[in-house]
């Protein structure tokens, strides 16, 4: 990557819907740019930017991916991104890095779901754009549907600049509307030619709306466009341009990246119409700042990626809004307030990696072995010049499932493996589950976990197996209690005596336990009470209906006796427990279950539906808005209904409803499924089997 000025930069990132082509537009952009020495492809795992392992077993990105090109001076860096849902989390880095998306579609499937999110991901940060409808040469492509879709869906702003010529396997070229020309490939060579005559009027038409959509773009043009007059070529271009970056042009182009059509036009575009980081301007900072892209200013970057590897260890990637940095030095995280210690600057190749000597604005790159850094902190020259950037945010994670090691060997490698997994996964949380005991991971999605695993046996040497996660219910009780118990045991030498009369009562939701004592006359000597509470409190944690936690209860200490000899706090602690069992069989006990809070978000032909399946997982709909034509559902469902909700929610809305949650409140189980779930506990060894 030679040195270069903002001006000279383009970064893009391409997006999609899973299976459009992404990777191997990338990769035919890069070839033809002379970029790479050969053409790879996704199928046989040869690419430049599909390199990780888990990409060559599914034959799909699941990182972004960095690579760059360079077009008439102009340095284009690429960060492909992938295309299902559960890894949008890079989707959410790269465009942190890039000032303009190529949003990618395939001709024969047209606008997807994945298409509406990755839009909607490029309207939240503001990023111009530019469509490119791919494999054109595919069976059942169909250019007009795909057109149409997209002006129905984004608006009169889809400014369709090239026309296809033909389709599926006569595809063979476009026409240029700016240019009025059309160019047939031939041999993979480009040759132009005139219009064909069943694509004149088309064009006119075509050109017509182009010229429309530009003249909204210029208040110059939209006074002489009413007049009537004609524009120049280079007066659409110019207009283009200041649509493209303003965002109310959004230029439309066609071709195949496998058979490598269109591909060397929509570079050419890209270096015409992305805006540099120059015209981009100033970014602001959390405090109101703004941050212009001078190469002689302070520096400031922003970490938009970070990748844990056995072999190199951490892996940062960064974009440079202001400044420069040179290797061997240090810099100041703001985000953390930390100091970072700067090796060498790494210029971006797929996996291959090149040193640099300097980094400037608009410059995206990459440093090694960073100890804390992570995606969204802003690095700054030093604490002298802290400020701070926007941080990314990154949907909630919603599947949970539990891990377990494989074997002894695994476990010890766990913690420290999911501990440098959580570095370089921002949509991945880690939690042990009180009651339970089970480790749990939440993560996005089916597939997310299926790489997660696969990752962590290949990359840190932690094979894990998944489950359902049990439920983490609680126990308590609904009456008061008085419970008089004795422990006395005689083995010879000193016995062990404990005698305890405690009150037991259940307490307000949500208030834990509470414990006290109203003794008198020393008939519980004081230090043997601080025994009662440790029992009682050992008792509650193993539970006494099912083996869960016991909760919401209060006890008072009131009475009991003594022995000079035989007494001890191992005694009183003996008896304190007893007693707790005790009054489970007395005060009529209850098993609790986590009641979640649920927020949906799904379009409104699905709200049926979504209603529907919350009513039978025994939910409760709290309430409905409507907002930018998205229903927002808020329910309250047992959690124990809810471990495959983002697997089943996707397949009902077809990928587009999105929803996330958090504990509320426990309640009480139904008396059925609290017996079924006694008689599991009481047969895998846990707690009497009792219904109550």
């Known amino acids: 990557m030679k040195p270069t000025t903002p001006e000279k930069i383009r970064n893009v990132a391409l997006v999609s819907h899973g299976g459009a082509g992404k990777t191997s537009l990338a990769e035919a952009m890069l070839f033809d740019a002379g970029a790479i020495p050969r053409l790879g492809n996704v199928e046989s795992g040869t690419t430049v930017l599909d390199w990780d392992p888990d990409e060559h077993k599914r034959g799909q990105s699941v990182n972004l991916s960095v690579a760059s090109l360079e077009h008439d001076g102009v340095r284009i860096t690429i960060v492909d991104t992938p295309g299902y849902a559960d890894f949008q989390a890079d989707v959410v880095e790269a465009l942190a890095a890039v000032d303009a998306v190529i949003v990618v579609i395939d001709a024969s499937a047209g606008v997807e779901v994945g298409t509406e999110e990755v839009w909607r991901l490029a309207d939240a940060r503001g990023l111009p754009r530019m469509v490119f409808i791919n494999k054109m040469d595919r069976e059942n492509a169909n250019y007009d549907a795909t057109l149409e879709a997209l002006k129905a869906r984004f608006g009169p702003k889809i400014a369709p600049v090239y026309l296809p010529i033909g389709a599926a396997e006569s595809f063979r070229g476009y026409v240029d509307v700016i240019e009025e020309h059309a160019n047939v490939y031939e041999g993979g060579v480009p040759k132009e030619v005139p219009i064909p005559p069943e694509l004149?009027?088309?064009?006119?038409?075509?050109?017509?709306?182009?010229?429309?959509?530009?003249?909204?773009?210029?208040?110059?043009?939209?006074?002489?466009?009413?007049?009537?007059?004609?524009?120049?070529?280079?007066?659409?271009?110019?207009?283009?341009?200041?649509?493209?970056?303003?965002?109310?042009?959004?230029?439309?182009?066609?071709?195949?990246?496998?058979?490598?059509?269109?591909?060397?036009?929509?570079?050419?575009?890209?270096?015409?119409?992305?805006?540099?980081?120059?015209?981009?301007?100033?970014?602001?900072?959390?405090?109101?700042?703004?941050?212009?892209?001078?190469?002689?200013?302070?520096?400031?970057?922003?970490?938009?990626?970070?990748?844990?590897?056995?072999?190199?260890?951490?892996?940062?990637?960064?974009?440079?809004?202001?400044?420069?940095?040179?290797?061997?030095?240090?810099?100041?995280?703001?985000?953390?307030?930390?100091?970072?210690?700067?090796?060498?600057?790494?210029?971006?190749?797929?996996?291959?990696?090149?040193?640099?000597?300097?980094?400037?604005?608009?410059?995206?790159?990459?440093?090694?072995?960073?100890?804390?850094?992570?995606?969204?902190?802003?690095l700054v020259a030093d604490k002298a010049h802290a400020v701070t950037l926007t941080p990314l945010q990154f949907p909630a994670p919603s599947l949970q499932v539990a891990i377990e090691p494989e074997s002894k060997a695994d476990l010890d490698?766990?913690?420290?493996?999911?501990?440098?997994?959580?570095?370089?996964?921002?949509?991945?949380?880690?939690?042990?589950?009180?009651?339970?005991?089970?480790?749990?991971?939440?993560?996005?999605?089916?597939?997310?976990?299926?790489?997660?695993?696969?990752?962590?046996?290949?990359?840190?040497?932690?094979a894990v197996t998944t489950a359902t996660p049990r439920v983490p219910y609680r126990e308590t009780i609904r009456q008061a209690a008085r419970i008089d118990n004795r422990y006395k045991r005689q083995t010879g030498g000193h016995g062990q005596y404990g005698h305890v009369v405690i009150e037991f009562a259940p307490a307000e939701m949500g208030t834990g336990f509470q414990f006290g004592d109203r003794i008198v006359g020393g008939v519980v000597p004081k230090q043997y009470i601080p025994a009662v509470e440790k029992g009682l409190r050992e008792a509650m944690a193993e539970g006494v209906l099912a083996g869960y936690p016991v909760v919401d209860l209060q006890a008072t200490l009131v009475d009991g006796s003594y022995h000079t000899v035989d007494s001890s706090e191992m005694a009183f602690k003996v008896a304190a427990s007893q007693a707790l069992k005790k009054a489970f069989d007395a005060a009529s006990p209850a098993l609790l279950e986590p009641i979640l809070e649920v927020d949906v978000v799904v379009p409104d032909e699905y709200m049926g539906d979504v209603m529907g399946q919350i009513t039978s997982k025994r939910g409760h709909v709290l309430g409905m808005d409507s907002i930018e034509g998205m229903q927002h559902l808020k329910a309250q469902v047992p959690q124990a209904e809810m471990f495959h909700y983002a697997t089943e929610l996707r397949s009902i809305t077809q990928g587009r409803g999105r929803f996330s949650w958090k504990i509320d409140h426990y309640a009480e189980v139904p008396h059925t499924i609290a017996d079924r779930v006694v008689a599991d506990a009481a047969r895998n060894g846990h707690g009497p089997e009792r219904a109550h």
């Open 413 to 462: 490698k766990l913690g420290q493996a999911l501990h440098r997994l959580t570095e370089e996964e921002p949509c991945v949380a880690i939690r042990r589950e009180d009651g339970t005991g089970e480790t749990i991971l939440t993560a996005m999605g089916d597939a997310h976990v299926d790489v997660i695993v696969d990752r962590l046996k290949r990359k840190f040497g932690a």
């Open 200 to 378: 004149e009027g088309i064009e006119h038409s075509r050109r017509d709306a182009l010229v429309e959509a530009a003249a909204e773009a210029s208040d110059d043009l939209m006074e002489k466009y009413l007049e009537g007059e004609a524009f120049t070529d280079a007066e659409i271009e110019a207009a283009l341009h200041k649509g493209t970056r303003e965002g109310s042009v959004v230029p439309v182009f066609v071709g195949s990246a496998t058979a490598n059509i269109g591909v060397r036009e929509l570079i050419t575009m890209i270096a015409k119409h992305v805006p540099s980081p120059a015209e981009v301007g100033t970014r602001t900072t959390t405090d109101g700042k703004e941050i212009t892209p001078d190469p002689d200013g302070p520096f400031v970057a922003q970490v938009f990626k970070a990748t844990a590897d056995p072999f190199v260890g951490r892996l940062t990637y960064f974009r440079v809004i202001s400044g420069s940095l040179s290797g061997q030095g240090h810099v100041y995280n703001a985000s953390r307030k930390e100091e970072e210690r700067v090796g060498n600057l790494l210029a971006v190749q797929g996996k291959e990696t090149d040193n640099l000597a300097r980094v400037g604005p608009g410059d995206i790159a990459a440093v090694a072995k960073l100890t804390s850094t992570g995606a969204g902190d802003t």
